[in-house]
């Protein structure tokens, strides 16, 4: 599971909302087909070990993204070398699901992450309504769950679905707080640093999708 990254968030307009909400786009789209490629090429030789080191590089490489994000050419490499990893760390996930509950589910999985990150940021831009007033009680929420994850695997008294459910909101909630701050010009933040944060709000929607479709076609 991917863990939401956010840099600093100052008050104020930095940049032409339109022009910054197509760089972010643009960079997140981009970062997401990288994903998907990792995913695809990695999808039946990318065991355990593997998958959980390139996750772990990837961590690393957010804290890197985080420190370059003055030179936004570096940021951004590193950003798509992240996402990259991302597949790698993720493909045995998809694949699972894949072959357990059939393809279908990671298509479904996936179009209703897009489509529903595309609802989200029309909410944002056709209300005057402030998201990022939310953002610190859903940061303590995450990690919340997270914790709850971890003692989850020992003792078991939670579903992974239901807890699926919870990082569901939760990651919708990041994603209205996102393209606000997008709105808002940025809050002091690059196109880069925006699109980790929208990438990383679609990868755990998507994740957790996947874990929702894949345990209801389980149940039927």
Do not use: K
Request: one cysteine or more; aromatic letters at 12%.
């Amino acid at each position: 599971m991917s863990y939401q990254f956010q840099p600093p968030r100052p008050y104020g307009a930095t940049a032409s909302t339109s022009t910054l909400l197509g760089q972010v786009l643009g960079i997140t789209g981009l970062g997401l087909c990288i994903t998907a490629l990792a995913a695809y090429l990695f999808r039946g030789m990318a065991p355990g070990f593997l998958a959980l080191g390139a996750l772990i590089l990837g961590f690393v490489l957010l804290f890197a993204i985080q420190r370059m994000r003055a030179n936004e050419p570096v940021a951004l490499l590193l950003f798509y070398t992240f996402t990259f990893l991302e597949g790698i760390g993720i493909a045995p996930t998809i694949a699972y699901y894949a072959h357990i509950d059939g393809p279908s589910v990671v298509v479904n999985a996936a179009l209703t992450t897009g489509l529903g990150m595309l609802g989200l940021g029309a909410i944002v831009y056709a209300t005057t309504f402030d998201f990022r007033r939310f953002y610190g009680v859903l940061m303590m929420a995450l990690m919340a769950v997270i914790l709850i994850s971890i003692v989850s695997l020992f003792i078991h008294f939670v579903s992974p679905t239901a807890i699926s459910w919870v990082i569901l909101f939760i990651f919708a909630g990041l994603t209205l707080a996102d393209f606000a701050r997008i709105r808002a010009g940025g809050d002091g933040s690059s196109a880069v640093m925006l699109a980790v944060s929208i990438y990383l709000d679609a990868i755990n929607i998507f994740l957790a999708l996947l874990q929702i479709f894949g345990g209801r076609r389980s149940n039927d």
